[in-house]
């Protein structure tokens, strides 16, 4: 009964804002770090950012434009994205990994989502 559903994407122009949502079920969300990674077609899975313990972490090319934040409450992480550029076009899943894990590497993570396409237009 795990499940992470991501949504939010969508197309939007250079330089616009999206903000994706990650809702969890079937697992303790507090107990886990969540992160949301990207996949563009032709190239591997790629970390983004990562929150765990209030700490947040993000990959160089995003820091300063995407903000990541979760809601324990809500069992609902999310990626605020800003100054989307072409670049930035991927598939966007959400993953949860136990505590203790490397944050940045796919394979640390029990659960992933289904994933929601963002494109981004020149």
């Known amino acids: 009964q795990v499940q992470l559903v991501e949504s939010g994407g969508g197309l939007v122009q250079a330089g616009g804002s999206l903000r994706l949502s990650c809702a969890a079920s079937?697992?303790?969300?507090?107990?886990?770090?969540m992160g949301w990674f990207r996949q563009a077609p032709g190239k591997e899975r790629e970390f983004v950012a990562v929150?765990?313990?209030?700490?947040?972490y993000y990959t160089d090319s995003v820091n300063g434009r995407f903000t990541i934040s979760r809601d324990n409450l809500k069992n609902s992480m999310y990626l605020q994205m800003n100054g989307l550029k072409p670049e930035d076009t991927a598939i966007y899943y959400c993953?949860?990994?136990?505590?203790?894990?490397?944050?940045?590497?796919?394979?640390?993570?029990?659960?992933w989502g289904q994933g929601t396409q963002v494109t981004v237009s020149s």
């Open positions: 929150t765990r313990s209030g700490v947040v």
């Open positions: 993953a949860a990994a136990p505590w203790g894990r490397a944050v940045r590497v796919p394979n640390s993570y029990n659960y």
């Open positions: 079937g697992f303790t969300f507090s107990n886990y770090t």
